[in-house]
Structures are given as C-alpha cells and as structure tokens.
C-alpha cells in the first residue's frame, strides 16, 4: 500500500518541483527543458517539450459576411431612401445580469457597425461602466461627456436584460461491486456523470432621435445561446485493502463573447434596417419577411407627390443599372425609360404604377442591390472628386482676387476698393474710366496697378458711390462684388464693340 500511495504522490511533487522550476526561470523554452534534472520525469518533459507557443489569432465570426451585405444594401437603398452618412450615437449599453461578459457591451456594438460602415460615437467614457470606484462619478462624467462633431442620425439604447439557466441534460451513473471475504474482499466501483447547462441570455436594442424619441419599427430583441458540458468518469477497484482508482473529468463551453456577438449583430441589422427602412431581411437566410416594414415603406412612397415619387425612381433606375442622367427634372429620354418599364411591367403609368414599380424595386424585383452598391460608392467617389476640384477651384479663384495694398504703394493694411477693369480690352474706354476717377473730387488717393489693370482707390466713399461714379459714364457695364481681403468690382462691359463711341 506504501509503494502503491508513493507512486500517486510522487508525480505530483515532481510536477509541483517543474512549476517552481518554470516560474523562476527567464530563458526561453529550451533552456527551461535543460533546467530539469536529468533523473526527471521523463513523460512529463516530453509534455511540455511538445507544448505550442501562444499564437495570437484572428476573431472572425459568420456574421460579418452579413453585415457586408447589410453595408452594400446601406449603400445601395441609402440614396434612394434619402439618408447621407450616418452616424450612431452610443452612450452605455449595461450587462448587469450576465458575468461572462463586459458590464458594457457598447465596444461590442460598436465593432458590428463599423463591419456594416457605419460610423459611431460614443459619448461616454468607458469607466462609466465600471463596477468600482469610478462608477461612484457617474454624475461627473456626465457632466464632461463629449459632444459629437454634429447631431447624430440616430442613437442606439439598450442592453442585456436578461439571462436564465437551464439544464437541458443530466446523467448520473453509479455501479458498485463488493465480494470475498478476509484478505480477498473485494470491493470496486464505477461512475459516470455528465451534465449540460444552457444559459439564455436576452439583448434589447432600440434606436432613438437625436431629440430620444424612438424610431417607428426600430427595436427588437434576440437571445443568445451557451452551453456548457460537465462529464465525469472513474473507475476503483481494491483487493484486500491495495487497489488503484483512475477517474477523468472534462469540462468544455461555448464562447460566451462569440454569442453575444452574434446576437447583437442579428439585433442591430434589425433595428438599423427599420430606422432606414430598407430590406436587411435579404442579408442573411436566419431573417423572416418584415411585412409591417414593407407596409410602412409602401405608406411612404403613397404620401410622395408625382415629382417626389419620380425621383425616387430616378434613383432606384441608377441603382438598377438603367442608363439614365442625374439631372433633375428628368429628361424626355430618361421620362420615356421610366414609362417603358412600368409598361414592361404591366403597370399603369400613374401615380399608383409609380409606387407598385418603387415597391417592386425596394423588394428586390429585378434590382441587385450588390451591383447597385458598386454603382453608387462610384458616385460618391465621383461627387467628392468633383467637389474637392470646385474646392480647388475656388481657391484659385480667391487667391487670384486678393490684392495687397502694398502692390499700390500704400501702406500695409490700408482700406482700399478695388475697381477690377480687366474684362474691358478696348484702350479708349479704359482711359475715359481713367479720366473719370482723376475728375473725382470724393475718390480720394487713386493708384493705378503698375501690371495689372486695377485701380485702387483709397476713400471714404461707400462701395455704391463707386458703382454710381462709374454708372455715370453712361457706358453698358456690368457690375460684379467680392470682397476677398478688399473690396472688389469688376466691370464687365455688355454689347461694347470696337465702333462704338464715347460721348
């Protein structure tokens, strides 16, 4: 029994001896091998020889080939519904109930939008949320939470409500065996349990106003599943006294954050598909048909007016891959492509066709919102190009009017008007303007640009009285005013050809 008792006893004190070993050293894994006695265990440095180092590794869920669907639908019905970009306000969502995961699920809902391309802000500081010390100054953070950069399009509330536990399946097994008498008693048994918890949890999510009034159709809840597996098993057997028992004991869950995980991206596809009112229901198989969101659209477009309605379909015409223009109104070509296809469609060209075609589209009927999407993020791409060149364009333009007094030969930061008379070729009629400005007793200081055709005029004579002296010479001119750095005037002469005279 002694020997039988020293050779459970002694793996134990080996394998606490190599826990030492290791926790002391600093080397890598091979030194900590050598660092073993070479008498040692030789199965147990075999186990930790063959140990893998940590790897870190990539966290993917199924769910985010959805929620790229559900960003090419946003992309593709976006336009059409009216929305620009979005961004989702998002304060604290509690998990007061549920430890296996964060106290604030908010970083979790966060990651879901930004795979659906949205944009979030959050408001609050995440030690809002914490159970310790600094939950006690809620009120301050409050109080010095930030601002977004503009109203947020919506913003999202809610949390775990709930979670339940529930043992879906049991097993407990139990044979014992007795027999013999004196030194051949003979006694053994075996066990075997096995268990099964399911823990139900709840998330509720709802999309607000920015004034916190609720989204018509934008709330719901799903529930996430874990489970968790407990076997034991063993095996004893004695023999007059001396015997040996052997037992094995596994315990395995489901990751609780992947759950979670999934429900919230269920949840916010959900709630962001009714505030947009576009058909996530198309996303992913798991979604039934929303027939009170298709309603709610089929009310919208019945309130349109026939020109608000065409545009609508002007849009869903360009997502669908029709070859139509973006001028509004509609051109005559583009007006007889929409009539062609009501008629293609045995639908009356009314106002009633209009919204049957507008729901055909929102449905699906022969728009592929993914080719739509693709067609759409060019448009973006193409509309921010063009304006960041208008942009540029501009400041070229500005930068070509600013005028500094300096290049007059009057003082730095002297108020002067600029009269601007490049527009006028004819040499004759610069010279009467000329004329006009020396006879002005009211002009002022009057200098010419020594390369430029500007006058300068430093006065006290408002920006009309200029415009009335040069009126005066009763010359076709229009007149032009910016005031970039300087007031400016351009005039530009209107119907002056070369024959004409000068009185």
């Given at each position: 029994m002694r020997l039988f008792v020293t050779y459970l006893i002694l793996p134990a004190v080996l394998l606490r001896a190599a826990d030492g070993r290791l926790a002391s050293a600093s080397e890598e894994k091979t030194a900590e091998f050598r660092s073993f006695p070479e008498h040692g265990d030789k199965a147990l440095k075999k186990a930790l020889h063959n140990i893998p180092p940590p790897v870190a590794v990539e966290a993917r869920n199924p769910e985010d080939e959805m929620l790229h669907r559900l960003r090419e639908m946003v992309i593709a019905y976006g336009l059409p519904m009216g929305y620009g970009p979005i961004t989702i306000e998002i304060d604290y969502l509690g998990n007061p109930v549920y430890d296996k995961l964060p106290n604030d699920i908010a970083q979790i809902a966060r990651d879901i939008f930004a795979k659906a391309g949205i944009s979030t802000f959050r408001t609050l500081p995440e030690a809002a949320a914490s159970k310790g010390s600094s939950a006690i100054a809620l009120p301050q953070l409050l109080r010095d939470r930030g601002t977004p950069p503009k109203p947020p399009t919506f913003r999202l509330v809610g949390g775990i409500e709930g979670t339940e536990q529930l043992v879906v399946k049991g097993r407990n097994g139990r044979i014992d065996v007795e027999g013999g008498g004196g030194k051949t008693f003979t006694n053994g048994g075996l066990t075997g349990d096995h268990g099964s918890i399911l823990t139900v949890g709840t998330i509720g999510l709802t999309l607000e106003h920015p004034n916190s009034?609720?989204?018509?159709?934008?709330?719901?809840?799903?529930?996430?599943?874990?489970?968790?597996?407990?076997?034991?098993?063993?095996?004893?057997?004695?023999?007059?006294?001396?015997?040996?028992?052997?037992g094995r004991r596994l315990k395995t869950s489901q990751d609780p954050l992947r759950a979670a995980y999934s429900a919230m991206a269920m949840n916010i596809a959900t709630v962001l598909g009714s505030a947009l009112k576009?058909?996530?229901f198309r996303c992913d198989e798991n979604f039934s048909h929303d027939t009170a969101l298709e309603y709610r659209v089929r009310q919208d477009f019945e309130r349109l007016t026939d020109a608000q309605l065409t545009a609508k379909l002007q849009r869903f015409l360009i997502v669908a891959g029709f070859g139509i223009g973006r001028?509004?109104?509609?051109?005559?070509?583009?007006?007889?492509?929409?009539?062609?296809?009501?008629?293609?469609r045995k639908l009356p060209v009314d106002h009633?066709?209009?919204?049957?075609?507008a729901m055909q589209f929102w449905r699906g009927v022969g728009l592929n919102y993914r080719d739509g999407a693709k067609r759409m993020a060019k448009i973006y791409v193409d509309n921010d190009r063009s304006a960041a060149e208008q942009a540029e364009q501009e400041a070229v333009q500005q930068a070509a009017l600013r005028v500094d007094p300096r290049e007059f030969g009057f003082?730095?930061?002297?108020?002067?008007?600029?009269?601007?008379?490049?527009?006028?070729?004819?040499?004759?009629?610069?010279?009467?303007?000329?004329?006009?400005?020396?006879h002005c007793r009211n002009c002022g200081e009057v200098r010419w640009?020594?390369?430029?055709?500007?006058?300068a005029l430093n006065t006290a004579m408002k920006e009309s009285e200029v415009q009335s002296l040069i009126t005066s010479t009763r010359l076709p001119f229009e007149y032009v005013w910016s005031h970039v750095q300087s007031p400016r005037l351009l005039v530009v002469p209107v119907g002056m050809t070369d024959s004409a005279s000068i009185r």
């Amino acid at each position: 029994m002694r020997l039988f008792v020293t050779y459970l006893i002694l793996p134990a004190v080996l394998l606490r001896a190599a826990d030492g070993r290791l926790a002391s050293a600093s080397e890598e894994k091979t030194a900590e091998f050598r660092s073993f006695p070479e008498h040692g265990d030789k199965a147990l440095k075999k186990a930790l020889h063959n140990i893998p180092p940590p790897v870190a590794v990539e966290a993917r869920n199924p769910e985010d080939e959805m929620l790229h669907r559900l960003r090419e639908m946003v992309i593709a019905y976006g336009l059409p519904m009216g929305y620009g970009p979005i961004t989702i306000e998002i304060d604290y969502l509690g998990n007061p109930v549920y430890d296996k995961l964060p106290n604030d699920i908010a970083q979790i809902a966060r990651d879901i939008f930004a795979k659906a391309g949205i944009s979030t802000f959050r408001t609050l500081p995440e030690a809002a949320a914490s159970k310790g010390s600094s939950a006690i100054a809620l009120p301050q953070l409050l109080r010095d939470r930030g601002t977004p950069p503009k109203p947020p399009t919506f913003r999202l509330v809610g949390g775990i409500e709930g979670t339940e536990q529930l043992v879906v399946k049991g097993r407990n097994g139990r044979i014992d065996v007795e027999g013999g008498g004196g030194k051949t008693f003979t006694n053994g048994g075996l066990t075997g349990d096995h268990g099964s918890i399911l823990t139900v949890g709840t998330i509720g999510l709802t999309l607000e106003h920015p004034n916190s009034l609720d989204v018509e159709g934008a709330s719901a809840r799903v529930s996430f599943y874990v489970e968790q597996t407990d076997s034991n098993h063993g095996v004893e057997l004695y023999m007059g006294g001396n015997g040996l028992g052997i037992g094995r004991r596994l315990k395995t869950s489901q990751d609780p954050l992947r759950a979670a995980y999934s429900a919230m991206a269920m949840n916010i596809a959900t709630v962001l598909g009714s505030a947009l009112k576009i058909p996530y229901f198309r996303c992913d198989e798991n979604f039934s048909h929303d027939t009170a969101l298709e309603y709610r659209v089929r009310q919208d477009f019945e309130r349109l007016t026939d020109a608000q309605l065409t545009a609508k379909l002007q849009r869903f015409l360009i997502v669908a891959g029709f070859g139509i223009g973006r001028q509004w109104p509609l051109q005559p070509t583009d007006r007889a492509v929409l009539i062609v296809e009501m008629q293609h469609r045995k639908l009356p060209v009314d106002h009633a066709g209009m919204v049957e075609l507008a729901m055909q589209f929102w449905r699906g009927v022969g728009l592929n919102y993914r080719d739509g999407a693709k067609r759409m993020a060019k448009i973006y791409v193409d509309n921010d190009r063009s304006a960041a060149e208008q942009a540029e364009q501009e400041a070229v333009q500005q930068a070509a009017l600013r005028v500094d007094p300096r290049e007059f030969g009057f003082a730095p930061g002297t108020r002067i008007i600029v009269v601007d008379l490049s527009p006028i070729r004819r040499p004759d009629v610069l010279k009467y303007i000329s004329a006009t400005f020396r006879h002005c007793r009211n002009c002022g200081e009057v200098r010419w640009h020594q390369q430029r055709p500007l006058v300068a005029l430093n006065t006290a004579m408002k920006e009309s009285e200029v415009q009335s002296l040069i009126t005066s010479t009763r010359l076709p001119f229009e007149y032009v005013w910016s005031h970039v750095q300087s007031p400016r005037l351009l005039v530009v002469p209107v119907g002056m050809t070369d024959s004409a005279s000068i009185r």
